[in-house]
């Protein structure tokens, strides 16, 4: 089945760790996107793609950190220097930059 | 800039009653607009789109027509079951910039 798998589905974190979050595709998608969800919000871009080696920073980029060295993989690192992680985090792919997005399950992120 | 504001929630209705959630935007140029579905604990699934000036889009029953002289793109469905219940996010995609820019959501309750 082609799709976009997050993983872990629920992560916890201590205050002062780094830590990173797994987005993988299989459906050949140039772009891929993260988003943080809050409670009653609607979603906010952290970090964008349009292709392997390249990545810019979305609305709110501080305290993140990408890379994409595969087309099939775009992990976050949720830096200590992100004063409130606690949130739910998306990851979406597209064709390309201007395509529709479709959205993997997510990772509920706690920060303890 | 460019923004949606949706209608706020909960909307709870009950089974077999008809569906409105409405959906306006402000943009500039002819963005693409979109509904997607986010059930509990899960990430987002689109539901519909519509890519020009009054195009419906539709999908399990759900329709949408974009409304370019009223900047709408208006969610409805004749008849809700109680699967329907989840938080619904209309989107409009920012040709210039790229990115997805998604109301806050509206929660949706069907009761049986």
């Known amino acids: 089945d082609g799709g976009i798998t997050q993983s872990p589905k629920y992560l916890f974190r201590k205050e002062g760790q780094n830590v990173t979050l797994s987005c993988e595709q299989n459906l050949n998608h140039d772009a891929m996107y993260w988003y943080r969800q809050d409670p009653g919000q609607g979603l906010r871009l952290i970090y964008y793609s349009q292709i392997v080696n390249d990545f810019q920073k979305g609305d709110i980029a501080e305290g993140y950190s990408v890379s994409r060295e595969k087309k099939e993989s775009f992990p976050l690192t949720v830096t200590s220097a992100q004063k409130n992680p606690t949130a739910f985090y998306l990851c979406?792919?597209?064709?390309?930059?201007?395509?529709?997005?479709?959205f993997g399950p997510g990772t509920r992120l706690t920060v303890l | 800039g460019n923004s949606v504001t949706q209608m706020e929630g909960p909307v709870t209705l009950s089974e077999e009653a008809f569906l409105t959630i409405n959906c306006t935007y402000t943009?500039?140029?002819?963005?693409?607009l979109f509904w997607y579905v986010q059930y509990p604990g899960e990430g987002l699934q689109l539901l519909l789109k519509a890519t020009k000036a009054d195009d419906k889009g539709s999908n399990k029953g759900f329709e949408a027509t974009y409304r370019k002289e009223t900047t709408s793109f208006h969610l409805e469905k004749g008849s809700v079951q109680v699967s329907d219940s989840a938080v619904y996010f209309c989107a409009l995609s920012d040709k210039s910039s790229y990115k997805l820019i998604f109301g806050s959501g509206t929660r949706l309750l069907v009761r049986p």
């Open positions: 979406a792919s597209s064709m390309g930059l201007a395509d529709t997005q479709y």
């Open positions: 943009a500039t140029g002819y963005p693409s």
